[in-house]
């Protein structure tokens, strides 16, 4: 369900059930002559497009403008957009403290650019995760006042931790694919992985025609096709139901 189309008695449904609530994160970014300049973002909403048929989620609306950095192209005439990721943190503060207020407590947000080294983070990716803890901290301070974690009543917290359930699982930040989907899926910039993705999520920001093949990153492009897009939507998406339903 989309949250600008929800009603507020669906609303109060989603958070009563604790339904998860999905971010779509990425950049506008260049990706060679023949896709479209918001693939990273639209691999993640497409890919929503499926999942939402399936069970009960809230998807809010896309971010599309993080730190897509110049490593690739200079931006002129080729339509990257860099917002760096000083400038990223504040906003995703106040829009995780929002969603917290409303009543969310179940937020994860899935990020393609750059997250090939999760783990180690990258600028968009880092900004929301920092500013996901912040939130939380700022919100538990404010509903259980200071020494909140020292209380009796968290006496059970490392149990809670393992469980899964403490605090801080209120808001995490998911790359859209792991490093187990990496091993069976090409992971690349404007290359067969991306192209093919693009062919069977939006085939409108795909045009073989322009493929540039002095651009070594998009070179491998030549095989992309749908069935193997198909391949790593399933994997994603197996993926997406552990995170979000165990």
Known sequence: MRYELMLPHQLREAIDKNWPVILPLGV???????LGLGMDTLAVVRILDRLEKEKPVVILPPFYYGAASYAVEAPERKGSVHVDSESIAPFAKSLFRGLLRVGFRNIHGFIHHQSENFTAGMPTDLAFKFAGRQAIFEILEKERGEGWW???SMADYYAQHA??????????IHPLMTKEIIAQYPFDHA??????????LCP??????RLNKEEWYSLSAEGASKDI??????????????????
Do not use: C, Q
């Open 28 to 34: 506008l970014e260049y990706h060679g002559e023949h």
């Open 150 to 152: 020292g209380n009796k």
């Open 163 to 172: 469980a899964g359930s403490d605090p801080f699982n209120w808001i995490k």
């Open 191 to 200: 290359g067969i992985g991306e192209t093919s993705l693009m062919m069977a």
């Open 204 to 209: 409108e920001a795909v045009d073989m025609g």
């Open 229 to 246: 897009g198909e391949r790593g939507v399933s994997l994603i998406l197996d993926h997406m139901r552990a995170v979000l339903w165990g």
